[in-house]
């Protein structure tokens, strides 16, 4: 009910005055449009007509400003390219079958953005830019929405550092942009994982619970040297033992031992998943038993080798569920069981109804554009 | 003897040959270096007039190219914005009084920068696009090697995910350049460090090894708010402990107890610093005892107490050697003595005199332009 009664002032407040006065659009004289199949997207490969772009100098951001989507232009000495003072969010817009458009809790993407901003030292983001922002943009291009099951238009905002010289410290100048991309989904299928018991994705008192970019191009090596072994993803462990299970690839984990979900506390090495949280309040919803607690390696193997457990699953933005059939670890394959009615569909149909503004939102997630 | 032996028809090759048929070279119209007060350079934020681009596309590097220094242009969804994939090096060009141009140890440049390229998922340099493209690019803008003493020509090769998309993935297409900073020296004068008990740099099985952007933009935070405490700069501790010194800030770290001079061993947390290497074996030469071994904070915090602890510096080529003044560590300041005869002048000359060729080089690490 608390985020009901927040958003709409700020809806309000962006449809009345602000998204005119704050937030100037150069329209595209074209649009690419009609050359994008819509029945065969990619994931986050196609980009619509236009793009938000705003600029942090002097100490303030100034205005943003939408322009047509295109290059943009650095000088070789801008910190982004050097030390990676960068940060972003992975969002999604969603068209119901009355052609309104909703968001899912955007103000948390929000909050989370100022989050990893603050670790990796760049300036954070006013609110209103950001709502405001998502909104003008996508009102802009709301015909690139697809309207296929399963697809829909991920949203990208993202800050790097421009400011420009070699020294390794914080930048002056940076730039917050949005872009848009319509994307069918992440994976198909199933997928099969290996437990990673040499690198690792976070230290302690590191930079795991940012969405930073570097965590991520730090995955890209592990997570081939998995896929050279026949597996799709790996599963992150902690970086001491290897011991304690910790995310799924880019997104968290879910495991079912019996009927119990189970699912471990965030920490400065997780990210705080927006749709980890929003799973765990269904799944209560639902009466099913949530445990949020550390859960071990050996432990998932003895449930796996007992037959108690039953699921495995990521949860994320762009994949929302991802069930696991299979998961890899110290050269054994444990394959997890086909079931009826599982835990990962159940609760992907309640949250993806939600977001599809199919059914009814008792926890007031949905944010109307 | 052997890296002597090495450079020699390296460099042979670069002149008769492949400078040529290799690297393309557009001059600019134009030079900026009147503009420049070599008198005043501060560090890393004045460029030369040319720099070196080369692509990688379709699965191969394309021939390096000079061009005049200037803007690149990128798409909005070029990986470098999202997932930080991105590595870099830190060289120096040195003039002698001869106006001879000199490098130090530029093939460990290059290893180490395959060595980053692997973990970070980007392919490897070819040593003579990477050689060569020094040699020529350097060779056009000499002139810019200031000869002021304390200041050289910093060169930063560097290598980003040019390729596009929002798939969490490796890019497909990469940028490989170099840009040459008249430089000024990085510190000036003593600093005041703190040894850092909550947030770290690195994890085991991490990406701290390698020269990756996202490791420096990590560190900015925590070194903001040293900075606020009255110091210079973090000295970096394990991540699960807090008791292991690993690094000071983006130097490698050296301990003096008594007569000992200690550094810890590399690791997959530890940059394998080419000054912290050479220092080694200077000090060796130099008949000082030297021990690569862990080092604990206990330890040096002991040492402090009993009078024993003599020097601590940072040994990197940016700053060359930092001598530290005090360090802090759980809210105590422990001052470091002020030494007529310091190993940190000694090996600092030493090393120095090697690089703008006033002494002899024993050891061949010396590599002529
Ligand atoms: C490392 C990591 N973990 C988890 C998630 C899931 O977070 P969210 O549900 O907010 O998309 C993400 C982002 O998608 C991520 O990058
Ligand atoms: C983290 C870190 N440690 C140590 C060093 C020192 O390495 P080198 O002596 O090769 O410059 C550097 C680079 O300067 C560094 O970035």
């Not at 074209?30 to 986050?44: M, Q």
């Not at 304690?244 to 990210?271: C, H, K, Q, V």
Request: charged residues 25%.
């Amino acid at each position: 009910m608390i985020e009901f009664l927040n958003f709409i002032p700020l809806n309000l407040k962006a449809m009345e005055t602000s998204t005119k006065s704050l937030i100037s659009i150069e329209k595209s004289k074209t649009s690419k449009i009609d050359k994008v199949d819509f029945d065969n997207l990619a994931f986050g490969s196609v980009f619509t007509d236009h793009m938000l772009v705003c600029d942090y100098k002097n100490g303030a951001w100034e205005n943003p400003k939408i322009v047509p989507y295109g290059p943009i232009t650095l000088d070789p000495s801008a910190k982004i390219f050097h030390y990676g003072q960068s940060i972003f969010e992975g969002m999604k817009a969603y068209k119901d079958i009355e052609e309104a458009i909703w968001l899912f809790r955007p103000l948390d993407n929000h909050k989370r953005l100022n989050i990893s901003a603050k670790r990796m030292a760049i300036p954070e983001i006013p609110e209103n830019y950001f709502m405001e922002g998502l909104s003008a943009l996508i009102t802009l291009d709301e015909k690139w929405i697809p309207k296929k099951a399963g697809s829909s238009l991920y949203i990208r905002p993202f800050i790097f550092a421009s400011g420009q010289g070699f020294h390794a410290s914080p930048a002056n100048e940076y730039k917050f942009m949005i872009c848009l991309a319509p994307s069918g989904s992440y994976f198909s299928g199933k997928v099969k994982v290996l437990i990673e018991e040499t690198y690792s994705r976070s230290a302690n008192g590191g930079v795991g619970y940012a969405k930073a970019g570097g965590n991520y191009a730090g995955q890209f090596y592990p997570t081939q040297l998995a896929i050279e072994k026949g597996y799709n993803q790996v599963i992150w462990t902690d970086d001491n033992t290897h011991e304690y299970i910790e995310e799924a690839g880019a997104m968290n984990i879910f495991i079912r031992i019996n009927d119990t979900l189970i699912t471990g506390p965030t920490s400065d090495r997780i990210l705080d998943g927006i749709t980890r949280k929003s799973i765990i309040e269904i799944a209560k919803d639902e009466n099913i038993k949530v445990e949020v607690r550390k859960i071990t390696v050996t432990e998932v193997v003895e449930a796996a080798k007992n037959g108690s457990l039953k699921e495995m699953f990521g949860a994320g933005t762009a994949a929302v569920i991802s069930p696991i059939s299979t998961f890899g670890h110290k050269g054994t394959d444990y394959d997890l069981p086909e079931l009826q009615e599982s835990y990962a569909t159940r609760l992907k149909n309640r949250i993806t109804d939600i977001q599809y503004n199919r059914a009814e939102d008792k926890f007031g997630w949905r944010y109307k554009l």
